[in-house]
């Protein structure tokens, strides 16, 4: 089950592809300056990934209005999410948990996704600038999208 609310977020550093290649991405850089989303998703180039961070790329000045950054996570490489970022549009930050380490802290890993290994679940955090959880939320399944409006109310309230 997903880190509840009220918990200390665990920090990370994960790559991201960045303009000039390879870059580090940590949470704790946002802690005291911006509230910071989450969201963790199974696979690139899959239907319901894709909707979701095209959505979201389509949506991203109402987070940016509400001072947060977001951050899109699963198990894909840095390279294989910056093509797909490329191929789709996405704006997103997308950051590389090839190990499944943060999956892991979060405690939203989905195990034998379509018999084929571990993933990570469909999962949303809001995390306040003091790296508070404020919201947590893990779908029922992978192709259930979060409660958007639920993530943006946290942000609002933070």
């Given at each position: 089950?997903?880190?509840?609310?009220?918990?200390?977020?665990?920090?990370?550093?994960?790559?991201?592809?960045?303009?000039?290649?390879?870059?580090d991405?940590?949470?704790?850089?946002?802690?005291?300056?911006?509230?910071?989303?989450l969201?963790?998703?199974?696979?690139?180039f899959t239907?319901?990934?894709?909707?979701?961070?095209?959505?979201?790329?389509?949506g991203?000045?109402a987070?940016?209005?509400?001072?947060?950054?977001?951050?899109?996570?699963?198990?894909?490489?840095?390279?294989?999410?910056?093509?797909?970022?490329?191929q789709?549009g996405?704006?997103?930050?997308?950051?590389s948990?090839?190990?499944?380490?943060?999956?892991?802290?979060?405690?939203?890993?989905?195990?034998?996704?379509?018999?084929?290994?571990?993933?990570?679940?469909?999962?949303?955090?809001?995390?306040?600038?003091?790296?508070?959880i404020?919201?947590?939320?893990?779908?029922?399944t992978?192709?259930?999208l979060?409660?958007f409006?639920k993530?943006?109310?946290?942000?609002?309230a933070?």
């Amino acid at each position: 089950m997903a880190l509840p609310v009220g918990t200390k977020a665990p920090d990370f550093t994960l790559k991201c592809m960045g303009p000039d290649g390879l870059v580090d991405v940590s949470l704790s850089a946002n802690l005291g300056k911006k509230n910071t989303v989450l969201l963790f998703f199974p696979l690139a180039f899959t239907g319901v990934c894709t909707q979701e961070f095209c959505d979201v790329t389509a949506g991203i000045s109402a987070y940016e209005g509400l001072d947060a950054e977001v951050y899109g996570i699963s198990v894909d490489s840095p390279f294989a999410q910056a093509a797909w970022a490329k191929q789709e549009g996405i704006s997103v930050r997308l950051l590389s948990d090839l190990d499944k380490a943060v999956a892991k802290a979060y405690d939203v890993v989905f195990p034998k996704l379509a018999e084929i290994g571990d993933t990570s679940a469909r999962a949303a955090f809001v995390i306040d600038k003091s790296g508070m959880i404020i919201h947590s939320e893990q779908t029922a399944t992978p192709k259930d999208l979060p409660d958007f409006d639920k993530v943006k109310a946290a942000l609002a309230a933070a």
